[in-house]
């Protein structure tokens, strides 16, 4: 995964960005109070994604995402009620992941020295792996394919495909066989 790092000096606000966000908030407040899983729901969260959400996937409600412009969610996936994505730094979800409750996606940061400066650097998160509930993945970070993230969890370099990590920070506790996924 390519893992640039780029700064955002947030006192130096643009105009189109305030814009933008208060646009999501209004998107984000709207979803957060209506009924889950009608077409209203359905619609709204497409809106939210700017269509980048894939078939048969979902985002349970209540969800606070920064920068929801900057996620992408494959097809099949499933997001339960909770998730926290801070994405200014780029959220990319594979096929049929799914992510419990409650989990935090950081894709951005603060600088130690000054806080007005956001570090950013993507997240991945690969087909068919499974986020544990309260789980939380740090920027820059890969999960592989068809890891596992225990609950509680906090991951603090990458996953690797296969592996099941658990703790903070996590560690590998083992790995499954890929046999089993048909591979």
Known sequence: ME???????MREPHPENIEKGRRYAELEFRLNHTMPMSEEYMQLLHEMFEGKIGEGSYVGAP???????MVTIGDRCYINGGILMMARGGVTIEDDV???ANVQLLANNHDLYDRQILTCKPVLIKEDAWIGAGATVLP??????HAVVGAASVVTK?????AVVAGNPARI???LDPEGFGE
Not at 158 to 162: F, I, K, R, S, T
């Open 3 to 9: 893992c640039t790092e780029f700064r955002v000096d």
């Open 63 to 69: 969800m606070h995402i920064v920068c929801p412009d």
């Open 98 to 100: 799914q992510i419990a």
């Open 140 to 145: 820059g970070l890969c999960v592989g394919r």
């Open 158 to 162: 990458d996953v690797p495909d296969y």
């Open 173 to 175: 506790i083992k790995y």
